[in-house]
């Protein structure tokens, strides 16, 4: 980036070499596949002299320059080489494919247009001197966010970044039921707890004078038994290499195994039950527990994971020479030697793992954690208390707001779009910058996690945002860059409604809206 002061330049650099390898994936052909009150306050530093801009072409393909940008890489000219990379895999229909097949017909997709150059990186003074005015953006976004198809409750909000000034609320304190937005707060609550360089780690432990092996859970969902681990996951297999490796040191061929699940307490069955979109939530699984290959999404979940990952390593030792006779439940003592270690990747990878493809899996992980690092009890309740306690001590507005699980998946929870709104500037906050992961993780409108298939026009590349679905409720959050640069933060929650498309295509016109607001 030519323009960005040479102060700049090495912290743009780090954001972009974080990203480079995810949206590199997004870019090219083979997608990877991968579920009452209380205005926002300020927070210290947002209202200082942060300023974000970006240059954003007449279609809207551009992402802001600061820190919520950190999804480029950019090239010289502004134009994030993950969209250069994808328009030129699809020349041939001369326009951009972002997951969706052409419509039937003469039409033809549109050229894919070019961002216009950067003008200020991160710590730079914005060139944009206002934000888009309240009474035009309530023209905007009044009579889409009144469309039928958004149901007879609502939620919305829009709030200015640079300054954490409210631009625009319709019920903004209404808390309704959140889905997946939960993720928001569950990440915010994790990453302040136990920081983002926070590893979860799964060891095997040999007790004294005895022959037996513990396999420990550390409540890393991401532990992998598959040969060839992607994103850096924890992997069983070196587990048991190690493990007999240690073993053999000792002269011991020959073990008991036993598995120990007990970091976690209460019931391992989320309120919803037995669902596909959900494991067991316990300490020690591999692979989310799936039954099959797939690595994201809903699919058939094995009923006991914690035994399951046991059998699983017993197998693996085997093919090391140590014979593990059949695994059964137990408790490490203080007393046992640790043989290996693996660790999960760190914190703020997980994180962003979670947000992109809305994991289910990991989202309770973090809550569990986020009460343990707290003192709290690691069940749905303790989980859902110790995510509560840390967005206070943050100074997140919590009216109205109701934490029964870290996914989402509970009905029963409560966020208003002055919640959500309110954690997205925490996050953006350039004195949190251990929060960052919450904006990076935000599924891209058009390229990653749950926003794949959506945007094919209009705002793709512009709307970050996390979704949230169930059945009657939809919902967005996230972040946009306005047709004149001004980063934007906004929340748009409805329930009761009865048509899931429509529902889901009126929220993402009032996020395409949004990022076409010259509104001033």
Not at 132 to 143: F, H, Q, R, V
Not at 234 to 248: C, F, K
Not at 350 to 374: F, Y
Request: proline fraction near 8%.
């Amino acid at each position: 980036m030519a323009r960005v002061a040479d102060a700049v330049r090495p912290r743009l650099a780090r954001a972009a070499d974080s990203v480079r390898p995810r949206l590199a994936r997004a870019a090219g052909p083979r997608v990877a596949r991968l579920g009452r009150d209380g205005s926002p306050q300020v927070p210290l530093g947002v209202a200082r002299t942060w300023r974000y801009t970006a240059g954003a072409a007449t279609a809207g393909l551009a992402l802001a320059a600061g820190v919520v940008s950190a999804a480029g890489p950019w090239d010289a000219s502004g134009q994030r080489t993950a969209e250069r990379y994808r328009a030129a895999a699809h020349e041939r229909t001369r326009g951009a494919d972002h997951g969706r097949a052409p419509a039937p017909g003469p039409r033809t997709p549109r050229p894919a247009p070019s961002a216009a150059a950067v003008l200020t990186g991160l710590g730079g003074v914005s060139t944009v001197k206002s934000a888009p005015g309240g009474k035009a953006l309530a023209d905007l976004l009044d009579p889409l966010l009144k469309a039928p198809a958004l149901g007879p409750r609502r939620s919305a909000a829009v709030v200015d970044v640079t300054t954490g000034r409210p631009l625009y609320g319709t019920g903004s304190g209404t808390a309704l039921t959140p889905a997946s937005t939960t993720k928001i707060a569950t990440a915010v609550a994790a990453l302040s707890a136990l920081g983002p360089d926070h590893r979860l780690t799964t060891r095997a432990a040999l007790e004294p004078d005895t022959k037996e092996v513990v396999l420990v859970g550390g409540g890393d969902p991401t532990l992998t038994a598959r040969e060839d681990p992607a994103d850096g996951s924890a992997s069983l297999r070196a587990l048991a290499r190690d493990t007999a490796a240690a073993l053999a040191q000792r002269g011991l061929r020959e073990v008991t195994l036993s598995y120990d699940k007990t970091l976690y307490a209460g019931s391992e069955r989320h309120p919803i039950g037995v669902n596909d979109n959900l494991a067991p939530v316990t300490a020690l699984m591999t692979d989310e527990a799936r039954t099959d290959d797939s690595t994201g999404g809903p699919a058939p979940r094995v009923p006991d994971p914690a035994a399951d990952a046991a059998r699983r390593f017993g197998d693996l030792l085997g093919e090391h020479g140590i014979e593990a006779r059949p695994p059964g439940p137990s408790k490490a003592t203080t007393r046992a030697t640790t043989l290996a270690t693996v660790a999960s990747p760190p914190l703020s990878a997980l994180v962003e793992r979670m947000l992109t493809h809305s994991d289910n899996d990991i989202a309770e992980a973090l809550a569990r954690h986020t009460a343990l690092a707290t003192g709290g009890r690691a069940d749905f309740a303790g989980a859902g208390q110790a995510i509560r306690t840390q967005l206070a001590k943050l100074g997140v507005p919590l009216t109205g707001a109701v934490f029964r699980d870290g996914s989402g998946l509970d009905r029963r929870n409560r966020l208003s779009a002055d919640v959500l709104t309110a954690l997205l500037l925490t996050s953006a906050d350039p004195a949190r910058p251990a929060l960052r992961p919450v904006l990076t993780g935000l599924p891209v409108a058009g390229f990653t996690g749950t926003l794949t298939h959506r945007y094919a026009d209009g705002a793709a590349g512009v709307v970050r945002a996390k979704t949230g679905t169930l059945t009657g409720v939809n919902a967005l959050a996230g972040t946009v860059v306005d047709h004149s640069g001004r980063l934007l933060a906004f929340a748009f929650l409805a329930s009761d409604t009865t048509d899931p498309v429509a529902a889901q295509t009126t929220l993402d016109k009032a996020a395409t809206a949004l990022a076409g607001c010259g509104c001033r």
